[in-house]
């Protein structure tokens, strides 16, 4: 919870994890954002900064951490009130179970596996995956994927090639931080 306002106090712009929020935000047509889905919640983010745009009508969330429910209840001010949100709808499962079983269909994607040389963040990694994400994006729609290799370059090289393989149009910023 590092990156988050536990660290920080109540300054999470200091943290640079709202902007996959609003860099995906900007990525898409303007005011037709209404449905968004994120996948890892962490403390919460990127969940709220995306629920304060006005054209916003829902936030998805799959996460796998029950735990957070607990963090969520206990430190409201700490995490950006995101267990209070109206528009933040959390299910505790799987980001891969859930796009499968669920039909809804989303304007914004976005996930944030755990770095990725830890264990098991490759299974939001695969083309099968992002295939499965793909079919849930409405036309238009934009999916980010948060992608810090903690300095080796080739860890973030090879997921912008497997996204390559299923969308037509890829980019990344910041080293690959974010494709």
């Known amino acids: 919870l590092w990156h988050s306002s536990f660290h920080r106090g109540t300054d999470y712009v200091g943290s640079a994890n709202w902007l996959l929020a609003a860099i995906a935000a900007s990525l898409h047509e303007p005011d037709s954002l209404r449905d968004t889905l994120v996948v890892g919640m962490g403390t919460g983010i990127t969940a709220t900064t995306l629920s304060n745009a006005d054209t916003v009508r829902s936030v998805d969330v ?3 951490n029950q735990r ?4 969520f209840a206990d430190f409201p001010e700490d995490t950006l009130r995101v267990g209070l949100n109206p528009k933040v709808h959390i299910h505790w499962q799987d980001g891969r179970s859930g796009l499968t079983l669920e039909p809804k269909t989303y304007d914004l994607i976005t996930q944030q596996p755990t770095y990725l040389s830890q264990s098991g963040s490759s299974i939001l990694l695969s ?3 992002m295939m499965q994400v793909q079919r849930r994006l409405n036309p238009g729609g934009v999916y980010v994927i948060y992608c810090n290799g903690l300095g080796n370059i080739y860890q973030p090289w090879v997921v912008r090639q497997t996204a390559g393989s299923v969308f037509s149009h890829v980019i990344s910023s910041s080293g690959g931080y974010m494709i």
Do not use: P, W
């Open 62 to 64: 799959y996460d796998i």
């Open 68 to 71: 957070l429910a607990n963090v």
């Open 127 to 129: 083309r099968e995956y």
